[in-house]
């Protein structure tokens, strides 16, 4: 049990990690979808391309998007692109690095549904074949045209009664998931090969730039966590002191009945050095703006001196 508690405060401290653990939750999730899912063609000539490219492309779509909307930096990174500049600069680097971050985690589920349909070949036999040429294939050599389009469109049917008799969709599956096969181990490849460069190239370019990009998209992350952290102790605490003023005649009652409240004295020191004279609504909304349209520079030499 400890060693779970570990894993989850592992994870809540590090927003890369929980971040990695939903890519790869969405990329199994993309696997497991796609073997569960029951492909039926419809095996009409003005209906398969668009079922089959569709299968293949509209949920990579969705995975995507659930990428992007499941990622805390994705947020946070629109906040820092249109946030006002205030009295802190905005870095450009920063913002590219977490869009990069973004983009990389989020299209790893999409890449992943398309290997998987590309290796399986169903989706591309559906879309393409009907767009094959007959020529290509004896059993085809003495069809009207009207009869090559109709069997051409239920080659993905296999129990079709159009398909029993006639051997020739046999070769144009094979031929078409021959084909779907080859380009997803091609891009397969060339995904493996391009994170290969990335990973042994990126010494060669400016890591001190790397490193600070890295460093700073992490830092608007803690501290936006931090600020959110301080504003409910803050709300806590103003909502403490609003209901006591609220209850103030009735407070021997609450006392003995419902809440174990502090002793007079106890406890109100800190709390009025966390709410330190915000005592209305409208000192908090003003506070709340101020951190949005003017936020303090990243400079604590002047706190360190008080």
Known sequence: MDRFRMIFQYFQSSSESVMNGICGLLALASVKMYTCFDFSCPCLPQYNMTYGLGIMFVPPIILFLCGLILNRQSLLMLDEWRRPEGHRKKDLAVIRYMCSSIMQRATVAPVIWIIV???????????????????????????????????????????????????????????LRCWSQALGWSILLILIVAAFLARWLRPCFNQAALMQARHWSNYIDIEQKIFEETCCEHSRLFAHKCILHFFESMQQEIKLHRFNMPREGEGDEGEEDLLQGITDQDKVNKLLKTWYYEKPPMDVSQATQR
């Open 117 to 175: 349909t590309l290796l399986d070949g169903k989706c591309l036999i559906c879309a393409f074949s009907g767009s094959m040429d007959p020529e290509k294939f004896v059993r085809f050599a003495n069809v009207t045209p009207v009869q090559v389009e109709q069997l051409l469109a239920k080659v993905p049917c296999k129990d079709d009664e159009l398909m029993r008799n006639n051997i020739s969709h046999k070769a144009v599956s094979r031929y």
